[in-house]
């Protein structure tokens, strides 16, 4: 079992940087790829980004040269530093983690980001 914890969120002006952590804890040598999902209130969650234990990510496209995608898998911890903050970055940000033996995924309860104008 593989258990997730979201920290960094707050409330940042636009144009300013947040980064974000997501501890995990349990057997962390199960746990694949990872990534960051974003909800906002009424919508449906969004892919951010995702990394590969070896290291490959992927953006979505509005995050592009913002925001950067990292992991420590010794200590089973992701990161996610974002920069030139928008209002429209503002959400929830839930970390999520895949086993890499079989179909599981494990989430974080989240944490809010809010971006002023």
């Known amino acids: 079992q593989v258990q997730l914890v979201e920290s960094g969120g707050g409330l940042v002006q636009a144009g300013g940087s947040l980064r974000l952590s997501c501890a995990a804890s349990g057997n962390i040598f199960s746990i694949g790829t990872m990534g960051w999902y974003r909800q906002v209130s009424g919508e449906q969650r969004e892919l951010v980004a995702t990394?590969?234990?070896?290291?490959?990510?992927e953006y979505r496209d509005s995050v592009k040269g913002r925001f950067t995608i990292s992991r420590d898998n010794a200590k089973g911890t992701l990161y996610l530093q974002m920069n030139s903050l928008k209002p429209e970055d503002t959400a929830v940000y839930f970390c999520n983690a895949q086993a890499r033996f079989y179909v599981r995924d494990y989430w974080g309860k989240g944490t809010l980001v809010t971006v002023s104008s």
């Open positions: 990394i590969t234990r070896g290291g490959t990510t």
